[in-house]
C-alpha cells in the first residue's frame, strides 16, 4: 500500500488549491481514506475523509462549505479541493488510507485512526 501525496504550494488568503494522492496496491474503493493536516507545533488533524462501505464523506469543522474530497477510482487517486482558503489552513497535508469503513462513533479524525500513510505536501496560505 502506497500513497503519494501532491499539489501544495503558496497562495494567497481566499484563493484555492488542489491537492491529490496517487494511490498504489490496493483499489480506493476497498479502503477509507482521508486527509490530514499538520500545523507548525501542532498535532496532525482530519481534515476530510471517504468510507469505504458507502461512499459517504466526512469533514472537519473548520473546513465544511470550503473543502471538497473525492476520488478518482480510474486513476486511482484521491483529490482534495481547498477553496476561500485562510492563514490558518497553512500545514503539511497528508493522505492516508485504512481498510475499516467509518461507522457511527468512528475517531477517523484521529492520527491513529489509519494505518497507512503518504508523505506529506505543503500548503502556505499567505499574502
Known amino acids: 500500500v502506497q500513497l503519494q501525496a501532491s499539489g501544495g504550494g503558496l497562495v494567497q488568503p481566499g484563493g484555492s488549491l488542489r491537492l491529490s494522492c496517487a494511490v498504489s496496491?490496493?483499489?480506493?474503493?476497498?479502503?477509507?481514506i482521508g486527509w490530514f493536516r499538520q500545523a507548525p507545533g501542532k498535532e496532525r488533524e482530519g481534515v476530510s475523509c471517504?468510507?469505504?462501505?458507502?461512499?459517504?464523506?466526512y469533514y472537519a469543522d473548520s473546513v465544511k462549505g470550503r473543502f471538497t474530497i473525492s476520488r478518482d477510482n480510474a486513476k486511482n487517486t484521491l483529490y482534495l479541493q481547498m477553496d476561500s482558503l485562510k492563514s490558518e489552513d497553512t500545514g503539511d497535508y497528508y493522505c492516508?488510507?485504512?481498510?475499516?469503513?467509518?461507522?457511527?462513533?468512528?475517531?477517523?479524525?484521529?492520527?491513529?485512526?489509519?494505518?497507512?500513510w503518504g508523505q506529506g505536501t505543503q500548503v502556505t496560505v499567505s499574502s
Open positions: 492516508a488510507a485504512d481498510k475499516s469503513p467509518v461507522r457511527a462513533g468512528s475517531a477517523w479524525y484521529r492520527r491513529a485512526w489509519f494505518e497507512y
Open positions: 496496491g490496493f483499489t480506493l474503493d476497498d479502503y477509507t
Open positions: 471517504i468510507s469505504r462501505s458507502d461512499g459517504s464523506t
